[in-house]
């Protein structure tokens, strides 16, 4: 599966943007999907997970409130919505899709393949 990113910019603090995340191929629907971040000097972190059928969702505290996934099978796209951005929002954003076999929604990136090439997220104060 081929992961493209998209929907980074720069915007304020409390602003919003809405990425987007578009995979190739008939098999989207089958995996379930990932988004990171990585800011400059850090690791990368995990962000949100939706299952297969975006029925339940997994936040990182530090977002939760703020930002929602969701996906739409039939157009293989998967979104986070970000609202009432801030600075520490900062980062390069990526999907990916999970490859693991956990039970429950993975939040660590090593269960996750396919990275897509990533969208700049900047948030200025």
């Known amino acids: 599966v081929q992961l493209q990113a998209s929907g980074g910019g720069s915007v304020q603090t409390g602003g919003s943007l809405r990425l987007s995340c578009a995979a190739s191929?008939?098999?989207?629907?089958?995996?379930?999907m990932g988004w990171f971040r990585q800011a400059p000097g850090k690791e990368r972190e995990f962000v949100a997970a939706?299952?297969?059928?975006?029925?339940?969702?997994s936040y990182a505290d530090s977002v939760k409130g703020r930002f929602t996934i969701s996906r739409d099978n039939a157009k293989n796209t998967a979104y986070l919505q970000m609202n009432n951005l801030k600075p520490g929002d900062t980062a390069v954003y990526y999907c990916?899709?999970?490859?693991?076999?956990?039970?429950?929604?993975?939040?660590?990136?090593?269960?996750?393949?396919?990275w897509g090439q990533g969208t700049l997220v900047t948030v200025s104060s």
């Open positions: 939706i299952n297969r059928a975006g029925g339940s969702t």
């Open positions: 191929g008939r098999t989207f629907s089958l995996y379930r």
């Open positions: 990916a899709r999970d490859n693991s076999r956990s039970i429950i929604l993975p939040t660590q990136a090593r269960a996750y393949e396919d």
